[in-house]
C-alpha cells in the first residue's frame, strides 16, 4: 500500500527581498559614513578649541570669535539645527515661523520692521505633526529657528552685518517673497549664495493671488529669476497667516464682509525641512559647522601669525646683527664659523618659542642643515667667503705690528665684507625658519578642511548640498 506525503501549501515569503536587502545596506552605510563624518568634525573642532595657543594679547579683540567657536562645538555636542529666515519687510517672515511653531512666539504687526533683531525659538518637533525631528543615530535633536529683521530695512549696514553673521551661522536658510521678486531681492539671495547654504526660497502669502496669477508668478520665479540659483524643489508656497473673508450681519441688520486670520498652510514647507533634516541633518550641521569654524580659524590664524610675525622679524634683525658683529670682531678662521653657527641655532630655537612649537637644540641643528641644503647657493657662499675672508682678516690682523698698522683698514674692510656675508645668510635662515613654523600653527591634516572635504565627497545626487558641493570645494580651495 502507497501512502502519500501532504504536499505542505506554499507560505508566503516574510523575508525582504535581495532589492530590500540591498536599500537597507546601502542606507545603513549612508548612515555609518555621516556618523563618522559627524564625529570627526566634533574631533576637529574639539582639538581645535582645547589647542588654539594664543597669548593674552593674541587674544585681545578676538574675544567674539573665540566665543563663535565654543558656541559651534556645543552646537555640535547638541545636535542644534539652525534655520534663519531673510527677506524683505512686510514678507511675513516671523508669521512664517510661528505658523511652524504652531504659536505666536516671534513679534509680529503692522509696523514697519517689527523685527529689530535676530530672534530665536527652538522648534520641538515630532512626526506626526511634523513638529519633532529625531536624527538617526544623534538622539534627540534641537531646531532653532531664527528671524532676522528685513533686508531694505534702515540702518542698512548694521542690518547687512547681522544677516552676514545669522547667515554664516545657520545651516538652512528659508529666503521669503511675496509674489514676483524685486531687484534687490534677487540681488540679496544671490549673495546669501555666496555664503554657501542650502537655500528654500519660500513663496508666502499665496492667498492673496487667485490660482491662475499665483502660478504665473511661481513660474516667473522658478523660470527666470533663480533658475541659476535654485532648483524647482527648493521653491515651496505657504500662506502662513491667510485672511478669510467671513460674510457678518452689522448691529444695523445690513450684512457686510469681515476679514480674519485662516488656519496657516505651511504643510509643505514642514514637510520639505523634515524631509531635509531626516536625509542630511547631520551632514547639514556637520559641513556648516566646519565651515564657519574654519573661517573664524583663518582669522585667529592670521591674527596670530601677523603678531608672532612681527616679533619673529624682531628676533630675527637682532640675531642679524649679533651674528655680523660677533663674525667680524672674531680673529679666529674657524671659531667665527662655529660662532656664527651657534648664533643660528639660537635664533632657531627662540623662534621655535615663538611659535609655540617644540624643539630640542639637536632638532634645531637638524632644522639647520634642512635649511642649509636648502638655501645651498646663499649657505655655501657664506662657507667659502667665510673661510676666505677669515684666513685674509687673521693674515691681516697678524702683520699690523709688523707694518705699524698699516694692514688694519684692510682688516676693517675684510671684516666688515664678511659680516656682511654673515648678516645675509643669517636673516635668510631666519626668514625660512620662520615661514617653516608658521605652517605649524594651521590644522594640520585633520582639520575642518579635510572634513569638508570628506562630507562633499558623500554627498549624493538628491542632497540640498550637492547643488552647492562645486561652490564649497572652490570656497575651501581659495581659503587654503
Known sequence: MTSTLPVPEPQPNDSPSWEEELDSAIFSFEDIQAELNYKQAQTALRNLVANLDLSQSEKHGLETEIGDLEIM???????????????????????????????TVFETGPLHGVTRAAQRVNWSMSEEAALRVTLPGIGQSQVELIDTPGL?????????????????????????VTGDM????????????????????VFNKVDQYPLSDRMAIYHKIRDERVRELLSPDEIVMTAASPLVKTAVRRPDGTKGVQLRTGTARVEDLKL??????????????????????????QQLVERKLMIRDTAANQLIWKSVMTKAVAIALNPLTVVDILSGAVIDIVMILGLSKLYGIPMTETGAVKLLQKIAL?????????????????????????????????????YVSVALTQAGVAGVSCYGIGQVTKAYLANGATWGPDGPKAVIGKILSTLDEGSILNRIKDELREKIRVKS
Do not use: W
Not at 657664506?382 to 707694518?403: D, F, H, V, W
Open 73 to 103: 562645538l556645543k552646537k555640535l555636542d547638541q545636535m542644534v539645527v539652525q534655520i534663519a529666515t531673510f527677506g524683505m519687510v512686510g514678507r511675513g517672515k516671523s508669521s512664517l515661523l510661528n505658523a511652524l511653531v504652531g504659536e
Open 272 to 297: 520639505k525641512i523634515l524631509e531635509i533634516l531626516h536625509r542630511e541633518g547631520k551632514a547639514l550641521v556637520a559641513l556648516n559647522t566646519m565651515l564657519y569654524a574654519d573661517t573664524v580659524n
Open 374 to 410: 636648502s638655501m645651498g647657493g646663499i649657505t655655501a657662499s657664506e662657507l667659502l667667503a667665510n673661510l676666505g675672508l677669515s684666513g685674509l682678516k687673521t693674515l691681516l690682523g697678524i702683520s699690523a705690528p709688523a707694518t705699524g698698522g698699516a694692514s688694519i683698514g684692510p
Open 182 to 201: 524685486t531687484k534687490l531681492e534677487q540681488v540679496a539671495l544671490s549673495q546669501l549664495r555666496d555664503v554657501g547654504k542650502p537655500i528654500i526660497l
Open 152 to 176: 531694505d530695512e534702515v540702518d542698512g549696514d548694521t542690518r547687512a552685518a547681522l544677516a552676514e553673521h545669522v547667515a554664516k551661522q545657520a545651516d538652512l536658510i528659508l529666503f521669503v
